[in-house]
T-cell receptor, first 112, second 113 residues
Framework: KQEVTQIPAALSVPEGENLVLNCSFT??????LQWFRQDPGKGLTSLLL?????REQTSGRLNASLDKSSGRSTLYIAASQPGDSATYLC???????????FGKGTRLSVIA | EAGVAQSPRYKIIEKRQSVAFWCNPI?????LYWYQQILGQGPKLLIQ????????DSQLPKDRFSAERLKGVDSTLKIQPAKLEDSAVYLC???????????FGSGTRLTVV
């Protein structure tokens, strides 16, 4: 059974810092991995999708990497801003017709 | 492209009452999912539909929860009777089922008092 772990559970940083959020998964036979952002009381917004054949994806100040063999992904946020404050969720997909399995998320606070 | 639509956004009910949530997925997305997210936790799958057939409902508490997807498009999730522990955000998502990722709706926040 796939399990996803995110470390740290919460993180508080001053504005402008670069930061890394970690995600690990127990079954390395994944189809793809997706990072989401969730603002309080809101739904999930997709940030980056990494297919199993890819090593990384970039969007603006966000960069996500994937190492399937070690069961790990990292989300790198450059030059953090207060608007980045949210919960970041990592989820993995084991095949085209199976559901996403989520971690518990990392709650990020960027202090101005 | 229109996103995944959900309603209502918020609902407060008393325990033992019933409640229903509605979801309209992205046009052409064959796969539809309902997730439950309890405060401080990641979303947990309740049920997965492929067109109008159920693919996985192993984690759906069938004594009180039910879901249907008519004509392979819209879906409703019902809770009857509700318990205090059902307080959560209920998220609907859809995908093509071909590895191109999920799109989530804004969710329905349910509070059972």
């Amino acid at each position: 059974k796939q399990e996803v772990t995110q470390i740290p559970a919460a993180l508080s940083v001053p504005e402008g810092e670069n930061l890394v959020l970690n995600c690990s998964f127990t079954d390395s036979a994944i189809y793809n991995l997706q990072w989401f952002r969730q603002d309080p009381g809101k739904g999930l917004t997709s940030l980056l999708l990494i297919q199993s054949s890819q090593r990384e994806q970039t969007s603006g100040r966000l960069n996500a990497s994937l190492d399937k063999s070690s069961g790990r992904s990292t989300l790198y946020i450059a030059a953090s801003q207060p608007g980045d404050s949210a919960t970041y969720l990592c989820a993995v997909w084991n095949s085209g017709n199976t559901p996403l399995v989520f971690g518990k998320g990392t709650r990020l606070s960027v202090i101005a | 492209e229109a996103g995944v639509a959900q309603s209502p956004r918020y609902k407060i009910i008393e325990k033992r009452q019933s409640v229903a949530f509605w979801c309209n997925p992205i046009s052409g997305h064959a796969t539809l999912y309902w997730y439950q997210q309890i405060l401080g936790q990641g979303p947990k799958l309740l049920i997965q539909f492929q067109n109008n057939g159920v693919v996985d409902d192993s984690q759906l508490p069938k004594d009180r929860f039910s879901a249907e997807r008519l004509k392979g498009v819209d879906s409703t999730l019902k809770i009857q009777p509700a318990k205090l522990e059902d307080s959560a955000v209920y998220l609907c998502a859809s995908s093509t089922g071909q590895g191109y990722g999920y799109t989530f709706g804004s969710g329905t926040r349910l509070t059972v008092v």
